[in-house]
T-cell receptor, first 114, second 111 residues
Framework: GAVVSQHPSRVICKSGTSVKIECRSLDFQATTMFWYRQFPKKSLMLMATSNEGSKATYEQGVEKDKFLINHASLTLSTLTVTSAHPEDSSFYIC??????????FGEGSRLTVL | QKEVEQNSGPLSVPEGAIASLNCTYSDRGSQSFFWYRQYSGKSPELIMFIYSNGDKEDGRFTAQLNKASQYVSLLIRDSQPSDSATYLCAVRGSSASKIIFGSGTRLSIRP
């Protein structure tokens, strides 16, 4: 299957700082990438759909000024958590779809805000 | 009503038996259905996908889809301890872009 790489896998930051997470499709071009958030023992919650060359589409209840998404190329999307607070601590997972309808996930990034 | 519903479990199955995982969805126009396995602290990995009514088999896994009943299931034959994980049902709805996940069923295979 297609490979999606996510970095960093773990990040710890102080409250008030911003954190950037990268998602790359390594062996295919992804015009659309998806960002999910997962709390412990909960399912994946879709945060936003990232479209190459255009603005991301955010799900209801997700603050677009808080979670900045940039999809600058066909292989890279970034999620920046701005002014992070402890309640933003979570597992963030990106995914991308290749030419099929299958969705491939990155390894996930565990964010801990102190 | 949730868009994709699963029993959270835990579902405990003896080693070697068949594990049956179920999922229902609300969008009647949904076209694509996926089963993902997620180990604790890891990202989901795709096990199977199914588009058409009926059964689809891949090794020890069989996905079953009934669009009339809006129901999709996953059977795991000859269950192994390594199958212990959370299984996520995912559905791509009629809007065709996003995939919605169920809350997952935690499966435990006891030796």
């Amino acid at each position: 299957g297609a490979v999606v790489s996510q970095h960093p896998s773990r990040v710890i930051c102080k409250s008030g700082t911003s954190v950037k997470i990268e998602c790359r499709s390594l062996d295919f071009q992804a015009t659309t990438m998806f960002w999910y958030r997962q709390f412990p023992k909960k399912s994946l919650m879709l945060m936003a759909t990232s479209n190459e060359g255009s603005k991301a589409t955010y799900e209801q209840g997700v603050e677009k000024d808080k979670f900045l998404i940039n999809h600058a190329s066909l292989t890279l999307s970034t999620l920046t958590v701005t002014s992070a607070h402890p309640e933003d601590s979570s597992f963030y997972i990106c995914s991308a779809r290749d030419s099929s309808t299958e969705l491939f996930f990155g390894e996930g990034s565990r964010l801990t805000v102190l | 009503q949730k868009e994709v519903e699963q029993n959270s479990g835990p579902l405990s199955v003896p080693e070697g038996a068949i594990a049956s995982l179920n999922c229902t969805y609300s969008d009647r126009g949904s076209q694509s259905f996926f089963w993902y396995r997620q180990y604790s602290g890891k990202s989901p990995e795709l096990i199977m996908f199914i588009y058409s009514n009926g059964d689809k088999e891949d090794g020890r896994f069989t996905a079953q889809l009934n669009k009339a009943s809006q129901y999709v299931s996953l059977l795991i034959r000859d269950s192994q301890p390594s199958d212990s994980a959370t299984y996520l049902c995912a559905v791509r709805g009629s809007s065709a872009s996003k995939i919605i996940f169920g809350s997952g069923t935690r499966l435990s295979i006891r030796p």
